[in-house]
């Protein structure tokens, strides 16, 4: 390869697409975002166009729920086949940064607030996505935390913290599934550009783990392209970029760049290109949308945790029931950013409740409007439609707005609608059920012991509706546990003091404090502990026996 082959391969150019080489008959290897489904564009000049249909499975907050490593690797083997079927080489995710502040933006698209737990649910992903030829690109690496200036902000870790928390989930992944690409983050880490961070690209990523694919950029990260090549970025995304590829070969005829750290970063990039080109391709371009979605309402049903049960559920499939809330029409799917899928189909909550109860007579209310306003009118409304009921079925979602790529949150309450709702429509029907569809934490305690039971049913893809109609009329018992600790109040949560930072500053003052391990060493009380999740089994404990009237502390039983 010429040198300005080589310095074009490591530049896009598209928008989704690496540079061929046509010469030597290299292939461009198309890309695209994919954490819970193909979000392909078809003009891969365009960023922003409306994709091709695909699944939108569950989002990773909700699939960590299911801690099911055999539940994820199928679901990645779905992902490969719709992104084959629509020529896709490899997916963008996922994203496994630790759930430093429930206010993070994006946490809908992230695991956990453990490590081990967000690396081994993300390497059986990965490992069922490139199972069938496709890549994957896991991200952001790394102390992607928060959305707020994320483009500039410097986030200030000690080296225990980076090792102990931030890096391991990475690690894991690494070490287990070898992902093809990995994704560097926009932010700065200890005062460099992710981009350009040569301890954090070669000496631990490369060197240290053992990685063996490329390194690519999130869409526009590069600062200075010829210092992230030396840094160990191998691929600047997206392209066309003749000006950085001028760049390059300047910089080495110059003597600023050694030629062997771009003949690196090619070969890394074309063992991809030519991994995925000469997998075996499915004689078929399209794919079975049906039972994806039946896969979908599946793994969705595995994700939901029974937070409350008073006795209430599972349901029968008979009677006068009340369905209260505006995400059970406008069914509340996935959280906004680059990750939004355009569904094959989607579950419409009210409708699968009424095809699962089909002997009931099943009554709908909106009961809050789509936004931060508050509307007095539509709380009478539910409450006149839930009072005359045997049950009323709840359904909550915050704003669209509120959980998306871009910025964080502010507040980890539901709207003062939502909360005034709950309180009116438990007021008048003691048996209402309360489905909660957020991509995260939210707090409850100003309305949680008003219902009968609760369900967190997270943005749980496309078949969502009908895995909660699943579990309420006991179709499936609820299995769900939580990766993330729920906290009492926003001021209790660890990184409080610290998040989002001062200007381009954030200090991670907590340090190894994150998550549960927060909450333990300070003996604080929280709402329901990392791991909680409740189900309709019952326990009981009999024909108790000792195999000694006395032990020692050493002794086992």
């Known amino acids: 390869m010429t040198l300005a082959e080589k310095a074009a391969l490591c530049t896009g150019a598209s928008a989704w697409t690496t540079t061929p080489i046509e010469r030597l008959d290299i292939p461009e290897l198309l890309m695209t975002d994919g954490p819970h489904g193909v979000r392909r564009v078809p003009d891969v000049n365009s960023m922003g166009a409306p994709s091709l249909p695909a699944t939108c499975f569950p989002t990773a907050s909700a699939l960590a729920a299911s801690w099911d490593v055999a539940l994820l690797r199928e679901m990645g083997q779905a992902l490969a086949v719709e992104a084959q079927a629509q020529g896709v080489g490899l997916l963008l995710g996922p994203g496994i940064n630790m759930k430093r502040s429930p206010l993070c ?15 081994e649910l993300a390497a059986a992903l990965i490992s069922g996505i490139q199972s069938q030829g496709v890549g994957t690109s896991l991200k952001h690496f790394a102390a992607n935390n928060q959305e707020t200036r994320r483009f500039t902000v410097n986030a200030d870790v000690d080296e225990r913290t980076l090792r102990e928390i931030y890096l391991p989930a990475f690690e894991i992944v690494v070490k287990k599934a070898q992902p093809w690409s990995i994704m560097c983050a926009y932010n700065k880490l200890n005062g460099t550009f992710c981009s350009e961070h040569k301890q954090l690209l070669i000496h631990i990523l490369k060197d240290e783990w053992g990685f063996e694919g490329f390194v690519v950029s999130d869409w ?28 390059v070969i300047d910089a080495v005829h110059a003597g600023q760049l050694s030629e062997a750290v771009l003949n690196e970063a090619a070969r890394r990039i074309l063992r991809i290109v030519f991994k995925v080109a000469t997998f075996p391709k499915p004689s078929a371009s399209t794919f079975d949308a049906d039972a994806h979605h039946a896969l979908a309402r599946r793994i969705a049903g595995e994700t939901i945790v029974l937070l409350k049960n008073e006795g209430l559920l599972p349901l029968p499939k008979d009677g006068y029931i009340a369905v209260i809330g505006r995400s059970a029409q406008a069914a509340h799917i996935q959280g906004g950013g680059s990750s939004h899928i355009n569904p094959t189909q989607v579950d419409v909550p009210f409708a699968e409740v009424q095809a699962l109860a089909s002997d009931a007579e099943v009554v709908y209310s909106q009961g809050y409007p789509a936004g931060l306003e508050f509307d007095q009118t539509l709380i009478e409304a539910a409450v006149q439609t839930a009072q005359d009921a045997d049950v009323a079925l709840l359904y909550i979602a915050l704003p669209a707005s509120i959980e998306s790529e871009g910025y964080d949150r502010t507040s980890l309450d539901l709207t003062s609608q939502q909360v005034a709702l709950i309180k009116a429509v438990c007021a008048v029907q003691p048996r209402t059920v309360v489905i909660l569809n957020s991509g995260g934490v939210v707090t409850v305690d100003a309305w949680f012991d008003a219902p009968a039971a609760v369900l967190q049913a997270w943005m749980m893809g ?10 309420l009329f006991g179709e499936v018992n609820p299995s769900g546990k939580l990766a993330e600790t729920y906290p009492l109040r926003l001021a209790d949560t660890p990184a409080y003091l610290n998040f989002p930072g001062d200007k381009d500053q954030v200090r991670y003052g907590e340090g190894l404090y994150i998550g549960y391990r927060y909450y333990d060493a300070k003996a604080l009380t929280v709402r329901f502990p990392f791991g909680f999740g409740l189900s309709y089994t019952t326990f009981a404990y009999s024909n108790l026996r000792l195999s000694s009237t006395k032990f020692k502390d050493s002794d086992g039983l």
């Not at 933006?105 to 690396?119: I, M, V």
């Not at 526009?220 to 001028?246: F, S, Y």
């Not at 969502?464 to 579990?471: N, R, T």
Request: net charge negative; proline share 6%; charged share 25%.
């Open 220 to 247: 526009g990260a590069v600062r200075d392209r010829v210092a992230a090549l030396a840094g160990g970025l191998d691929l600047e995304m997206p392209g066309p970029k003749a000006r950085r590829t001028q760049e």
């Open 105 to 119: 933006g994006r946490n809908f698209e992230y695991f956990a607030e453990d490590p081990l737990l967000a690396g």
């Open 462 to 471: 496309q078949a969502g509706g009908g895995a909660i109609a699943d579990v």
